[in-house]
């Protein structure tokens, strides 16, 4: 009966999480295929963990630091990928496709100019709207760290986007 129970609480865990860890791993990643495929293997990784997880506090803030680690290991195999091609062949421009509006390719285009841990504090910050402390414990750093790697990340992506549009981003979240 444990394990019906479980598998219950689990696939409850699924339902209520899944798409919000497939957002991350897209924003984090830049590639929506590949946020699939992240936030289905952390939810695997969480599944073999689940008799302790299902215990825990926020399993929630575990799962965002499996995605988070998940893409920072994608993001690492990709540029060692783009170097080695690189050697070879000319690099080839990136093909965006559906209809984005040309602000979200800005940001995004943006975001991935920035380092991972700095991308990461700021998609949390607020594209999920996170306090410091989840963000914090989601990326398993400090509230300092947290604090300090927004800031400087809101500053390059200003550097890049200019003061308005960051303004529109963090009013964003206010507003939510």
């Known amino acids: 009966?444990?394990?019906?129970?479980?598998?219950?609480?689990?696939?409850?865990?699924?339902?209520?999480?899944?798409?919000e860890l497939a957002r991350l791993a897209h924003l984090l990643t830049g590639e929506k295929d590949v946020a699939d495929d992240?936030?289905?293997?952390?939810?695997?990784?969480?599944?073999?963990r689940w008799d302790r997880l299902r215990a825990a506090q926020h399993p929630?803030?575990?799962?965002?630091?499996?995605?988070?680690?998940?893409?920072?290991?994608?993001?690492?195999s990709r540029v060692?990928?783009?170097?080695?091609?690189?050697?070879?062949?000319?690099?080839?421009t990136d093909v965006v496709d559906g209809p984005d509006v040309a602000g979200v390719l800005d940001v995004r285009s943006a975001l991935t100019r920035l380092?991972?841990?700095k991308r990461a504090c700021v998609v949390l910050r607020h594209a999920f709207d996170l306090s410091e402390k989840d963000t914090a414990a989601a990326l398993g750093i400090s509230v300092g760290t947290v604090k300090s790697q927004t800031s400087k990340?809101?500053?390059?992506?200003?550097?890049?986007?200019?003061?308005?549009?960051?303004?529109?981003l963090a009013a964003g979240r206010r507003n939510r």
């Open 1 to 19: 009966m444990l394990v019906d129970d479980a598998a219950a609480e689990f696939h409850d865990f699924f339902e209520r999480h899944y798409a």
């Open 38 to 48: 992240l936030a289905a293997d952390a939810l695997v990784a969480l599944w073999h």
């Open 153 to 168: 990340g809101m500053a390059e992506l200003e550097s890049v986007l200019g003061a308005e549009a960051v303004g529109e």
């Open 115 to 117: 380092p991972f841990r």
């Open 80 to 92: 060692r990928e783009r170097r080695r091609v690189a050697l070879f062949w000319s690099r080839s």
């Open 60 to 76: 929630v803030a575990y799962a965002r630091g499996v995605v988070a680690n998940l893409a920072r290991e994608w993001i690492r």
